[in-house]
């Protein structure tokens, strides 16, 4: 569905590029998404691939259409929402999607729908300006819905949500995906891409660094580890062993054999420790 060969984006005429030889495809179906921090190349990779911004050098097809020569058509079919909310402050919730819904030539969503789906239900009518950020994020997410686009990108979908609301996204995300859409996301959290994701690409400074599955970057990159509670001399000790490290075992062994265990489990690496352990950089 998405195919990127090559890609450079630069702002500047200079030789800084924002984006860096950066290639992978998206088979139908799939959420693959791009985890890296703040500047990563993330936004600049989506406004590409949804003709936002002009693709300068490298090889992109979206649902099968070049974007070297975009044709209108390619719209009908792809849904987008941005970190920046660029609704109108004038039209009120329900209007903004009405308004959106008529620059498509295919089926649109029932507005209100839409509107409920996203928990926003009851302001409908009221002036997308007065909305709160939060508001206005969802807005934005409920309109590139309208389209029933096949391919959808989200850029940060959750990023400054409350948690309810965060969940209810999330939620939504997998739904679509469950009828079959596919779906590109740019996200910093670590938490979102692990939860929702089939593959992550690490991307950082513009480029690609790897791109797998969160389970087998765990599989590959976890360290094993075991956090263990025990009581020692009366008093409550927690510590943290791996279980590959000879003299981590070795002790480990010993407070089993010797202490009263309180609580023990079996920890995975998190996404974002390995995403330092790959990049040398942390997401923030
Ligand atoms: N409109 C722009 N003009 C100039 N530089 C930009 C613009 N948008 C982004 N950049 C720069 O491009 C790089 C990548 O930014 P961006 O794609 O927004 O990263 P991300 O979405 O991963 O945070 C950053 O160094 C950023 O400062
Ligand atoms: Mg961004």
Redo the contacts with the bound molecule.
């Keep these: 569905m998405i195919s990127v060969k090559g890609l450079y984006h630069s702002?500047?005429k200079d030789d800084k590029y924002?984006?860096k030889d950066v290639s992978f495809d998206v088979p139908k179906g799939e959420v693959f998404g791009f985890l890296?921090?703040?500047?990563?190349?993330?936004?600049?990779?989506q406004?590409v691939l949804t003709g936002l911004l002009q693709l300068q050098r490298g090889e992109a097809t979206v649902a099968g259409y070049d974007l070297k020569h975009i044709k209108q058509e390619m719209f009908n079919k792809i849904g987008m929402s941005f970190e920046q909310s660029n609704v109108y402050s004038k039209l009120t919730a329900k209007e903004n999607l009405k308004f959106y819904a008529q620059l498509f030539d295919v089926k649109t969503r029932d507005p209100q729908e839409l509107i409920n789906l996203v928990g926003l239900s009851g302001k409908e009518d009221i002036k997308a300006g007065e909305f709160s950020k939060g508001m206005k994020h969802r807005l934005t997410f409920a309109r590139s819905m309208i389209n029933n686009p096949e391919i959808w990108f989200l850029?940060e979908p959750t990023t400054g949500l409350d948690p309810a609301i965060a969940a209810n996204i999330k939620d939504i995300i997998r739904e679509q995906n469950n009828k079959g859409v596919t779906v590109f996301l740019?996200t910093?959290n670590m938490y979102i891409a692990d939860e929702l994701c089939d593959r992550v690409a690490f991307?950082i400074d513009?480029e690609i660094k790897l791109i797998d599955s969160p389970k087998n970057l765990k599989l590959a990159y976890g360290e094993k580890v075991v956090d263990v509670e025990y009581v020692d001399n009366g008093e409550r000790k927690k510590e943290t062993f791996s279980t590959v490290v000879k003299s981590d075992k070795n002790t480990l062994a010993g407070i089993l054999d010797a202490k009263e265990i309180v609580t023990m489990h079996t920890k995975e690496a998190t996404l974002e420790e390995i995403f330092i352990k790959v990049t040398g950089r942390g997401l923030a």
């Excluded at 890296?36 to 990779?45: E, F, H, I, L």
């Design positions: 702002y500047s924002a984006v890296g921090p703040s500047g990563a190349g993330k936004s600049t990779t406004g850029d740019t910093h991307i513009g």
